[in-house]
């Protein structure tokens, strides 16, 4: 098999693993004329169909900050000795699996930068012969990426079940971000996706570790002079985890371990698994985990203030920070000319970015009507109900907005 033709089998599967990634559709290629390992260029993908495009291996990333970076996000083996019930490289599930050396996946991923066609990697693997093995490859890679290749851009490295803590700070010495995904909200659910992995020793263990070496060890010790970020995953639906459970494991990992991101992924039945006749997961419940988990993370949030219902589930078909408002602000809405930032992130309508330019506004003069909220980029028609600007509840002609 030929390395673009490996490339893309063991890339295939990709989608299911969410990371930096923003839609191909956004992708500004650098070189539209490059054929990437696909055998597409970036400027022919705007044609492909959904099924073709979540084939290829390159996605656009969106970088803390803003930025957008081509990124190969690829494996260096799809063969797994592993039974996780819901993924498609299960031990024994008959599919085409395809494997890199270390120096070939790095050597592949070099000449891809090279050719303008990927400037980020996004590293993954199936384990074979334990998790601490597969590790050791994994970081044989970036190894030789970084010193043989001599390549300085974004590598996002995942650790494997069963990884050792040396493992570990060798991956955050070369690498901008590691992850470890849970998969399970707690060890009780675990069970149910993966039987062999075990939740604290083999998944919490290493991301404690992580946040242990961030706080104990020198910055300078990192790739680019500071220690990667740290992010998980969770398969959401197909243990029957309440959202309470989820978003309880979610605080804990951005209070304590300064987690960068908790991602969501709404149960997809795959073929050929335990769980293919499994139905998948709402996609609104993954949303509605992510609104709430960047309440958490961004907002000042405690997982007290979230709408959950008797049965520990956020409501689908409100955002949870307006279900919060409607029952905390309708009868005491906030002066906007006298909160604090603090106080103005539970405003619905109102992020980060809008709280700090109401406070830079107030230092100029008071708030007096929706439309100076406007004029900041506020969404007045959500804040409106909620808020009162200079002692008045402001007269709703959001039409006039
Ligand atoms: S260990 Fe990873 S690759 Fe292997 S079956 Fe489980 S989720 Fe899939």
Redesign the pocket.
């Known amino acids: 098999m030929d390395i673009e033709a490996k490339l893309q089998l063991v890339s295939s599967e990709m989608h299911l693993e969410p990371a930096e990634e923003t839609p191909l559709t956004t992708h500004t290629p650098f070189n539209p004329q490059t054929k990437g390992p696909c055998g597409h260029s970036p400027a022919e993908w705007q044609d492909l169909t959904r099924e073709q495009k979540r084939a290829m291996p390159i996605h656009m990333a969106a970088m803390p900050g803003g930025k957008r970076l081509p990124m190969l996000k690829t494996?260096l083996t799809?063969a797994?000795?592993?039974?996780?019930y819901?993924?498609?490289?299960?031990?024994g599930r008959n599919m085409h699996r395809a494997s890199f050396k270390p120096d070939e996946m790095a050597k592949t991923f070099a000449e891809l930068n090279r050719n303008g066609v990927a400037q980020g990697l996004f590293l993954?693997?199936?384990?074979l012969k334990g998790g601490a093995n597969t590790q050791n490859k994994l970081i044989d890679s970036v190894e030789i990426l970084r010193h043989k290749h001599n390549f300085p851009g974004y590598v996002h490295l995942k650790i494997?079940?069963g990884s050792e803590r040396d493992q570990v700070l060798r991956a955050m010495q070369l690498a901008d971000r590691i992850s470890i995904?849970l998969?399970a909200a707690n060890e009780k659910r675990l069970p149910a996706l993966?039987p062999?992995?075990i939740f604290f020793d083999e998944l919490l263990a290493p991301l404690k570790w992580a946040e242990e070496i961030r706080r104990t060890q020198p910055a300078h010790k990192g790739w680019h002079g500071k220690w990667p970020s740290l992010v998980t995953q969770f398969v959401v639906g197909a243990a029957g985890e309440t959202d309470l459970e989820i978003l309880s494991t979610t605080e804990y990992l951005y209070k304590s371990l300064r987690l960068a991101r908790a991602y969501y992924s709404a149960f997809s039945p795959v073929a050929n698994t335990p769980l293919e006749n499994t139905p998948p997961e709402n996609p609104w419940r993954e949303h509605r985990l992510y609104q709430s988990s960047f309440l958490l993370r961004d907002y000042g949030f405690d997982l007290e203030d979230l709408p959950f219902s008797g049965q520990g589930h956020l409501p689908l078909d409100v955002d949870p920070k307006l279900a919060w408002a409607r029952t905390q602000l309708a009868d005491s809405p906030i002066e906007l000319n006298r909160a604090d930032r603090r106080t103005l992130l539970r405003i619905p309508g109102i992020g980060p970015k809008g709280a700090d330019t109401i406070l830079t506004a107030r230092r100029k003069g008071a708030l007096r009507e929706l439309r100076d909220l406007s004029s900041l980029g506020i969404i007045a028609s959500r804040a409106a109900p909620y808020v009162l600007l200079d002692g008045k509840r402001p007269a709703q002609q959001l039409s006039l907005l």
Do not use: L, Q, V
């Not at 819901?86 to 031990?91: G, T, V």
């Not at 993954?124 to 384990?127: E, L, R, T, V």
């Open positions: 494996m799809t797994c000795e592993r039974d996780c819901y993924c498609p490289f299960r031990a993954s693997s199936g384990i494997m079940p995904n998969e993966a062999h992995k």
